[in-house]
């Protein structure tokens, strides 16, 4: 089966269609300023060459009918519609075929995730307007964090408050996370059991995954909490915000830009928010970008060890996403403070570059380290294929 799998932003519509089966993409892009002057798509066909199409975009209807037009090239027929939801909040365990109660649930959970569920909402509406005959399906962030023990997902906050208004830990990176576990257990067998799994990318977060179940995560309410990340600062003293509004002046919007879109590896490196640029400015003695990669190795390694507290245990320890997949530095930095637990890796191992799983421990580790490269998008496909199967 072919699906086609969508993930709408506010101003952006990427898309990419493969073959659940053999995991081969056909087409994928990205639909770029909907609603902004300089619309574009930028797509690339299979064993093709990156392709740009300026054409107006003034809103995502129209991005989607250039998509299906892409889609038309390539002869492939559509057999489904993924689509990546934000926020699954309250409702969403596992993926749905959308009706109109379940288009409903994701318009309502919208608050949880405000720049994001509303222009996935239309996106998914728009859709089955357009091709009534195809299923779409909605892959929540949250879904594999929605059963987490409620000792990892509710905050000490009254209880009648926090049920009234939903505030809970939900997480992100749930289908991130689910793929990691998916391909590991692939890759190692019947020896895989408990897993930390790391999705260290711009965005970042860690989950404790326990024979498929996640134990505890590191994002929260929002994708604010946890790690520090390329623009969010991570776990802070709440009281912080207080201290900024009432002492710095500034505002809760204020706040709230600064905490999500200034901070983090920018902030602390103050060039970049970009981990290959700090460690550049490492090697040439920046010491901001040395503390920078210093502090994000060791808040790694410090949730790591909450996460394998969540499972009671570890034996797989597993580094994806854009700066775990490509950065050995970063890896072998983080590796060097979980040494206390007997994980240690292999520097040549460590240093290869490829698409594939593979294995980087070193021979003596307790710990089996893995590099998994992640691909959402596939986890997608491959819910919309089962959810149609039955």
Request: proline share 3%; aromatic share 6%.
């Amino acid at each position: 089966m072919n699906v086609l799998v969508i993930n709408a932003g506010s101003s952006s519509l990427k898309f990419q269609l493969l073959d659940v089966e053999s995991a081969e993409v056909y087409l994928k892009g990205n639909c770029e300023r909907i609603g902004i002057d300089g619309s574009f798509i930028g797509y690339e066909f299979a064993e093709g060459s990156k392709q740009q199409l300026d054409v107006a975009l003034p809103d995502h209807k129209t991005a989607i009918t250039h998509v299906f037009d892409l889609v038309k090239q390539t002869g492939k027929e559509v057999g489904g519609i993924g689509h990546r939801v934000v926020q699954g909040g309250w409702y969403f365990s596992d993926s749905q075929i959308v009706d109109d109660e379940i288009l409903a649930q994701i318009r309502e959970v919208s608050p949880l995730a405000p720049l994001h569920n509303p222009p996935e909402a239309d996106v998914i509406e728009i859709c089955r307007e357009m091709f009534p005959e195809l299923a779409n399906v909605a892959v929540c962030d949250t879904a594999f964090h929605h059963n987490m023990p409620e000792r990892a997902w509710r905050y000490a906050l009254p209880r009648d408050v926090a049920d009234d208004l939903h505030i809970r830990k939900y997480g992100m990176h749930g289908t991130s996370h689910r793929y990691i576990w998916r391909a590991a257990k692939e890759f190692v067998g019947d020896d895989l059991h408990k897993l930390a799994s790391c999705h260290l990318g711009s965005g970042a977060s860690l989950a404790g995954v326990l024979d498929g179940r996640s134990m505890d995560t590191t994002m929260g309410l929002t994708p604010l909490d946890g790690l520090i990340m390329g623009t969010r600062c991570g776990t802070l003293d709440p009281a912080t915000v207080f201290y900024l509004q009432r002492v710095g002046g500034y505002s809760i919007d204020e706040i709230d830009e600064m905490m999500n879109k200034q901070s983090g590896l920018l902030a602390l490196s103050a060039i970049s928010s970009d981990a290959r640029d700090i460690e550049q400015g490492a090697d040439n003695g920046d010491e901001n970008c040395q503390m920078a990669i210093e502090m994000f190795a060791y808040r790694t390694a410090q949730l790591v060890c909450s996460m394998i507290q969540a499972m009671e245990g570890v034996d797989t320890l597993a580094f994806s996403a854009g700066l775990g997949e490509n950065s050995a530095r970063m890896r072998a930095e983080i590796a060097a403070k979980l040494e206390w637990l007997g994980l240690r890796i292999d520097p040549e191992k460590n240093a290869v570059r490829s698409g594939e799983v593979r294995d980087i421990s070193a021979p003596d580790s307790a710990i089996r380290v893995l590099v998994v490269p992640t691909n959402e998008e596939l986890m997608i496909a491959l819910d919309v294929a089962e959810l149609i199967g039955k």
